[in-house]
């Protein structure tokens, strides 16, 4: 029998152990490979209006995929080997030279990394043709997929993933040569000492969690303070999270023991000594399973949050199908003629809306925005009338009523959680070449009717105002019109767009919901499975953390039962001890992320609902390492209580 005939041998022996480690690692090489293949699919560059950008956003996520894979995979040969070096240091006690030792283990992990990237790269080319039709699903495309084999990515994945599996090879090569003798065979001891219950940081933690949440229900307005804010936000979470599992969660602990009839009762002794003596050993991993939770959670709900709005978003941005700036001439006429002679999509409502773009002094209201000096902000002006109509065009209920120097507000799309009381009794001083015209905000309008553009600050006046200024700012009338299955107006959208100047400002409703669309679709594609990666990993980090502990747990359980303990007891510590390491760091990733969310919210970087997609999205997470946890328990039993 050969070095390497052994070597299988080995792996064989050890595949029930290695079992998720394969599956996530095969997992991680699909997504990689998919995500390449994508990148070269002549249907999805087909579908897309933008595919340069979508090929470099699937580059830059196949790179954070390539650095999460590398961390994974090394910290996963970590627990392999603390797990293996007893067995290592009695080959080395029974004569067996270094080197020998070392190429066995080479070995070892060459044939585990060969086979998990066979199995990932054959997978993801039979699967590779289900992706691409979910993707396209997601643009809501309609175009035909075919079945073919991307060598490019092949090529690709081959060559990334073997540059991973040597290095951990290599380091697997090392491992005889790392540890002397007496520390292979000593390794189940590593991590056992009781923390250090600190009081202080065991506050100081509370403070800086406490903190960071704190600031995230903070207003950001400027860029300085969203600056300033996120680092304190982002650092104070950081460093709190290690200091809850460092030294709060063992100063519980520790409170937990001093009630002595409860201590005392069952298996709560047992249960509550191996949290406390395992929480040192825990403490790095717990805190980067809850920090990488809260970031995967948050990007899943803003990929989510971001496709579930789509056409809520579109529909704010662009309320009507078409709209355009007239010139008077000959363009406004062609554009009528193509639009109305679209039979598939037949004009429900046409109307001119008068616009005066004149500047105004709003230093007393509450939204500005940036980049605009309060005193001289630009503003658009519609008469209460016009306002009316389009509200009516657009098959709204919403309507105004004004009278002399009397204003209506339209909310602006990121100008934050403001309301009426806001704008109510503040005034507004408009520039005209021949004086300053005052007008109050009697009401606030949650809609708007004309397409957004920055800054989007409209207001609705009476139409005395209106007209009044109108005598000395000419305004400029905007041509809208409203279609049926507005949605699929690609044609003449593009028409539109060929003939029309710049100055025109032509805008569809159909170009704003296919950005968004193919936007959000990237989104939830690539952090969906970009988090399904995390979460597997996570939750395999965690799976072998246990299964490590539970071999070394394995003496001190055949005691318990030769002293009496049931086999239901043992079972029933070996969950409580596995949820209190699960649902710990998800509590606190959950947690963590709401707060993400609420920041991000705060600074407009989320519109639309998000309520739906965030309980969706960590529902989804939830039940995911719910069964994660049914497996470990399952496993762990199985080493400690046969």
Known sequence: MTLFDIAKKNVRGNLRSYLIYFVSMIFSVIVYYTFVSLQYSEEIQGSLQSSE??????????????????????????FFTKKRKKEVGLYSLLGIRKKTIGRMLFYENLIMGTAGLAAGVALGTLLSKLFTMIFLKLLDSAIE?????AWEAIVNTTLVFAVIILFTSFRAYRLIYRFKLIELFQADKEGEQAPKASLAAAVIAVILLSGS????????????????????????????????????????????????????KGMKIVDTSQLLFRITGNTRTLTMIALLSAVTLSAAGVGYSMYYSNQQNADEAAPFSYSFISTGGSLDQQA?????????HPVMAQMDIPVIVIKGDVSALSYVPSGFPADELPLKLISARAYNKASGALNRKENVGLSGNQAAAIRSRYSGDLTLSDYKGHSISLITPQ????????????????????????????????????????????KVYKVEDQQTTK?????????????????SYYTVYREGLENAGLNIF?????????LAATGSIIYFKQLTEAHADKARYDIL??????????????????????????????????MILKALTSINLIVGSVAVPIITSMAVYVVIYLAYYMLTVHSVNKIVNN
């Not at 044609?491 to 805008?507: F, G, R």
């Not at 690539?526 to 995390?534: A, S």
């Open 53 to 78: 950008v979508m090929r470099s956003v699937f580059m830059g996520a196949s790179i954070v995929l390539i650095l999460f894979v590398s961390v994974f995979i090394l910290y996963s040969n970590s």
């Open 145 to 149: 997929v075919s079945f073919g084999i």
């Open 213 to 264: 949440y704190w600031l995230a229900f903070q207003p950001m307005v400027t860029s300085q303070q969203m600056g300033r804010n996120f680092l304190l936000f982002i650092g104070g979470m950081i460093v709190g999270t290690y200091l809850l599992f460092r030294f709060a969660i063992g100063r519980l602990l520790r409170a937990s023991q001093a009630n002595k009839s409860r201590y005392y």
């Open 336 to 344: 009528e003629r193509i639009i109305t002679e679209d039979a598939k």
């Open 435 to 478: 004086e300053k015209r005052t007008v109050t905000f009697v009401s606030l309008l949650e809609e708007n009717v004309l397409r957004w553009s920055y800054p989007d600050v409209s207001i609705v006046v009476s139409d005395s105002v209106f007209n009044e200024i109108a005598r000395h700012i000419s305004p400029v009338i905007y």
């Open 491 to 507: 044609e003449v959208t593009n028409q539109l767009t060929k003939m029309a100047a710049e100055d025109v400002q032509m805008s």
């Open 526 to 534: 690539i952090l969906g499975f970009l988090g399904l990666v995390f």
């Open 561 to 594: 039962r030769k002293i009496g303990v049931s086999r239901k007891e043992v079972r029933a510590s070996v969950a409580k001890q596995t949820f209190f390491v699960f649902a710990l760091p998800l509590a606190v990733g959950i947690g963590h992320s709401s």
